[in-house]
Nanobody, 122 residues
């Protein structure tokens, strides 16, 4: 079992930055990839970014490339999502998730956090 707890959401204005954190616990993450997803009201859950725990390889969704950065702190078992140049369309609940298979496929993620709300005002 992997437990995930997201923090860092909030209300910001367009153009601002925000950093989300996801603290993981329960077992070694060495064989996992950690991902961030988001879901806006009435929309499907969307892949945002992922990072492979061992090696740090990263992968991003097209809508956030160049604005968002995913990273991890191995000592703290924490994954971060640095979000810059935020836009109103980035408004959503952001979820952290863990998988041992693939990186960008929602259905392959086995463990999920409870989500944190990010609201970007225009």
């Amino acid at each position: 079992q992997v437990q995930l707890v997201e923090t860092g959401g909030g209300l910001v204005q367009a153009g601002a930055s925000l950093r989300l954190s996801c603290a993981a616990s329960g077992r070694s993450l060495s064989s996992y990839a950690m991902g961030w997803f988001r879901q806006a009201p009435g929309e499907e859950r969307e892949f945002v970014a992922a990072i492979r725990w061992s090696g740090g390889h990263t992968y991003y969704g097209d809508s956030v490339k160049g604005r968002f950065t995913i990273s991890r702190d191995i000592a703290k078992s924490t994954v971060y999502l640095q979000m810059n140049s935020l836009k109103p369309e980035d408004t959503a609940v952001y979820y952290c998730a863990a998988t041992t298979q693939g990186m960008a496929v929602t259905e392959l993620y086995r463990y999920w956090g409870q989500g944190t709300q990010v609201t970007v005002s225009s």
